[in-house]
């Protein structure tokens, strides 16, 4: 990935907090900023605390950053609170600094999407034109593997796989450099005129 990485307006998402004290969203917020403030002093965190009948029935708290380069490519991380009654209680602290420091993890890892998305991005590739698609990402994950093996099983697609070790131009972690030839898929449903 080319360019230094910038941060983007990042997100405190506390849409679906409900009783509990708006006051978790700053303590999420605080937590973040500690951990990204050492990287970048340009954030901007906005919180949006939701209360009411419009905020749903399940209490929790959450956070969404997104980070975006010179060149246009969004990276995010989202962490969310463990519903009530299913496994152990998240100090929002804890989840700020969590978040944060996925963040940080993503932009390192670099590539054109991030870790979240890979599998969304080899699969818009595969259903498209009966042409070469490339993309540029970071190291796969196990579910991305996974994926392609799912891909090869039902469009028996094969992509070309060549990585790109870090260097002057690629900051950050290994890249890979994924193509294949789409497969033209178009909706049967669609009608013509």
Do not use: W
């Not at 937590?31 to 419009?54: C, Q």
């Not at 993309?135 to 099983?153: A, C, D, M, N, Q």
């Amino acid at each position: 990935m080319k360019g230094d990485v910038r941060m983007a307006p990042l997100t405190v998402d506390c849409r679906y907090s409900v009783r509990v004290s708006p006051q978790m969203a700053n303590r999420i917020v605080d937590s973040a900023r500690s951990i990204l403030n050492k990287f970048i002093p340009d954030i901007y965190i906005y919180t949006d605390h939701m209360k009411g009948v419009s905020s749903g029935k399940s209490p929790g708290f959450g956070l969404s950053l997104v980070a975006e380069t010179t060149n246009g490519t969004f990276l995010s991380a989202e962490l969310a609170s463990n519903p009530q009654g299913q496994g152990a209680a998240v100090l929002p602290e804890d989840l700020g600094r969590n978040c944060a420091k996925l963040l940080l993890e993503e932009i390192y890892r670099g590539g054109c999407v991030d870790s979240t998305n890979q599998s969304l991005a080899l699969l818009l590739m595969t259903l498209g034109q009966q042409d070469v698609s490339k993309v540029l990402l970071g190291p796969l994950s196990p579910y991305t593997i996974e994926f392609l093996r799912h891909l090869k099983s039902f469009f028996q697609i094969m992509f070309k796989i060549e990585t790109k070790p870090c260097g002057e131009e690629l900051k950050g972690g290994d890249k890979v450099l994924m193509a294949c030839v789409g497969v033209g898929f178009s909706n049967l449903s669609k009608t013509l005129k």
